[in-house]
């Protein structure tokens, strides 16, 4: 059977990026704010002022950052084209901007498929890339045309040759991920004496695999992993080639990438170890599943004080959202906060309350579970019930974990989008 992945259109850049963003789909039917690089703050205050009846949490989605980031990867791997990981933020106009500038999608279940195809996005922009898949999905994404996923086991060649037998296949393979904040080797992968045996098992059953698909694993800090799973990737593509098989068409480098300074030097130790391995490989599609890259630093959260109590010189606060809800990163990540004061409603003179005496700071969030805790220690000015509190870089994997406990529906937060000249996306 022929290896049918066929390479991607080139993502959408240029002058009208602008437009770009406000003809996507969802972004469309939305009012979008057109605000200087800095002026963040500054609509968020009019969001409140506004409205100053609404106490609710609320998100700012800025258009402009992801369209920078947008740039700076087609800038630093354009090579590699970005199937965005939809699990870590499912926002319904970002992921129409995400679309409209030309990304592919991860999607890992039915619903995320559904999501997708509800924005216009062609099937072929999409990787089922779950490797263990529930066989009603299976057949959801045979019916849509959804024709690419992954695999690492004979029990998932079966499941596929009985209800998607069109369907192309990754070989998702285990690699040293030790180095990652979140190993995924655990759960996902296939281990080098398990390569053949999968390949031929797919042969027997007539599928395509057309190519290798690996994860580094979420946040990793040692860019060199990536050139050892790419290595490591080669030795299964000369392995088909062995075994008789179709030559691979696809290399899929999975995800891991964050924004912060390393993402460049990444991008180099990739693009050296693609022309080390893959040089000679003539009409290669390398596709990548970036998340967190994508979705972190463009949404800021803002959450209102709900309550206030004083200990001598320290200070408790409550706000409407917490580690159930937008701020559970703090558990599972165990990550610092970005946290800012805004004193809009006690201080409107001097909102940020530069050059206000600080207090130390405990911040809870709403429900009855004590672990429901951001910050201790905090150093933070005094702050009045009413006021709120600015947490910046809120998009991977917040919203989209919280949970509705207590009856805090983190679901239910809404988005203000906005869109910000970022002359310079290396300053994100």
């Known amino acids: 059977m022929a290896c049918k992945c066929e390479p991607l259109g080139p993502i959408i850049l240029g002058s009208n990026n602008?437009?770009?963003?406000?003809?996507?789909?969802?972004?469309?039917?939305?009012?979008?704010?057109?605000?200087?690089?800095?002026?963040?703050m500054d609509f968020i205050q009019s969001i409140i002022f506004n409205k100053p009846e609404l106490k609710e949490p609320f998100y700012v989605?800025?258009?402009?950052?992801?369209?920078?980031?947008?740039?700076?990867?087609?800038?630093?791997?354009?090579?590699?084209?970005?199937?965005y990981a939809v699990k870590c933020n499912p926002e319904p106009a970002f992921l129409g901007a995400m679309a409209a500038l030309g990304a592919g999608f991860d999607c890992a279940s039915q619903v995320e498929i559904e999501t997708i195809l509800s924005l216009g996005v062609s099937p072929d922009r999409i990787i089922y890339a779950n490797p263990c898949k529930?066989?009603?999905h299976i057949k959801y994404a045979a019916s849509v045309g959804v024709n690419l996923t992954t695999f690492d086991s004979k029990e998932e060649?079966?499941?596929?040759?009985?209800?998607?037998?069109?369907?192309?296949?990754?070989?998702r393979i285990k690699v040293d991920d030790s180095d990652a904040k979140w190993p995924l080797g655990v759960k996902f992968g296939a281990l080098p004496e398990e390569f053949e045996p999968l390949l031929l098992a797919a042969r027997t059953a007539k599928l395509a695999v057309c190519g290798v698909s690996f994860h580094v694993g979420s946040i990793v800090t040692d860019s060199c992993t990536y050139q050892a799973a790419i290595a490591a990737a080669k030795t299964v593509f000369d392995m088909a080639i062995r075994l008789g098989m179709p030559q691979m068409r696809m290399l899929n480098i999975g995800g891991g990438f964050t924004v912060a300074p390393q993402f460049e030097g990444s991008a180099t130790i990739i693009k050296s170890a693609l022309q080390e391995y893959f040089q000679n490989e003539s009409g290669l599609t390398i596709i990548a599943e970036p998340g967190r890259f994508f979705a972190e630093t463009p949404f800021?959260?803002?959450?209102?004080?709900?309550?206030?109590r004083v200990r001598g010189e320290f200070r408790e606060y409550w706000i409407n959202d917490g580690v159930y809800g937008s701020l559970n990163y703090l558990l599972f990540d165990h990550a610092?906060?970005?946290?800012?004061?805004?004193?809009?409603?006690?201080?409107?003179?001097?909102?940020?309350?530069?050059?206000?005496?600080?207090?130390?700071?405990?911040?809870?969030?709403p429900t009855c579970d004590a672990i429901d805790t951001i910050v201790r220690g905090h150093q933070l000015p005094e702050l009045q019930v009413n006021d709120w509190l600015v947490f910046k870089n809120m998009g991977a994997y917040t919203?989209?974990?919280?949970?509705?406990f207590n009856g805090f529906r983190a679901s239910a937060t809404k988005t203000h989008l906005a869109y910000s000249n970022q002359s310079n996306c290396r300053d994100l």
Request: hydrophobic share 40%; charged share 15%.
């Open 134 to 136: 529930a066989e009603s």
């Open 336 to 365: 610092s906060v970005d946290l800012m004061p805004l004193a809009c409603t006690s201080n409107s003179g001097n909102p940020t309350c530069q050059g206000s005496r600080t207090y130390v700071s405990t911040v809870f969030g």
């Open 399 to 404: 919203i989209a974990v919280g949970s509705n």
């Open 157 to 171: 060649v079966e499941k596929i040759r009985k209800h998607h037998p069109k369907c192309a296949l990754l070989i």
């Open 300 to 308: 800021t959260l803002v959450a209102t004080i709900i309550g206030k």
């Open 18 to 40: 602008l437009q770009t963003i406000l003809s996507a789909a969802i972004v469309r039917e939305k009012s979008v704010t057109t605000i200087h690089k800095d002026g963040l």
């Open 61 to 83: 989605l800025d258009m402009g950052v992801v369209v920078s980031l947008m740039d700076m990867w087609t800038r630093n791997l354009p090579s590699i084209c970005p199937f």
